[in-house]
């Protein structure tokens, strides 16, 4: 989870750099301000961007490793803030990734409530499978501390999800912001369903990528497979 400006090949270039000294399955990117697309990148990981062509400073992108490039079954895109990828069959296991970019103080109550409807949108996206949900962002918002606090808190509950980077760390552990007066805040998270159990979890320094938030990583503990009952032959 990173808000990382990815619209050059360049910049891309020095994000696989710093992630290749890092074990890793999926990277969720905001502000990307790159095109919208689906892309190999070199060593076989594959970019899905979304974009706003009319608010080019918008972008939010999922980028997947290699060894699940072909695993994709579902691509959906919503405005220049929402970005959702299904894969099928990692560890035998099915996955939803959503990755969003909500709007800063700056916008409007409008285009704050149009944002979580985006989101609504896309986790009712229907599949045939029952999939693990891992919904990553940049949320511009600190559960429970004001209206837009709220606003989070009351979508984390309408879905019933966890927060993976909870409130229990260390605050050194926790904010991913640090503004011009110097106030840490912790306003990217990663969220995912109860189906999941986190493992490790933390904001990070390990990813750079020029931006000026902090990466969050999380690590899950996935259920067993359910086997496959054998074909009876009569």
């Not at 972008?59 to 959702?84: M, Y």
């Not at 099928?88 to 296991?93: L, Y």
């Amino acid at each position: 989870c990173k808000n990382a400006r990815i619209n050059s090949a360049p910049r891309l270039l020095n994000v696989l750099a710093e992630l290749s000294g890092i074990f890793w399955d999926v990277v969720g990117f905001s502000e990307t301000r790159a095109a919208s697309g689906d892309e190999i990148l070199t060593g076989g990981h594959r970019l899905i961007a979304s974009a706003d062509q009319e608010f080019k400073h918008l972008g939010a992108a999922i980028l997947l490793h290699a060894r699940l490039a072909d695993k994709v079954t579902k691509v959906r895109k919503f405005s220049g803030r929402h970005v959702l990828v299904d894969v099928d069959g990692h560890c035998g296991q099915h996955f939803r990734t959503v990755r969003c970019y909500a709007p800063h103080a700056g916008y409007s109550r409008a285009d704050l409530d149009g944002f979580f409807d985006g989101l609504r949108t896309l986790l009712a996206e229907p599949t045939t499978r029952n999939r693990h949900l891992v919904l990553v962002g940049d949320f511009n918002a600190v559960l429970h501390a004001g209206l837009r606090g709220d606003l989070l808190s009351s979508f984390v509950s309408e879905h019933g999800l966890e927060t993976a980077n909870s409130d229990d760390m260390d605050w050194d552990l926790q904010w991913t912001f640090e503004n011009s007066l110097g106030h840490k805040r912790k306003i990217d998270d990663i969220l995912h369903s109860r189906s999941l159990s986190v493992s490790r979890a933390a904001a990070t320094d390990e990813l750079d990528c020029g931006s000026d938030h902090r990466a969050v990583h999380a690590s899950f503990l996935l259920p067993a497979s359910p086997k496959e009952r054998p074909l009876r032959k009569t």
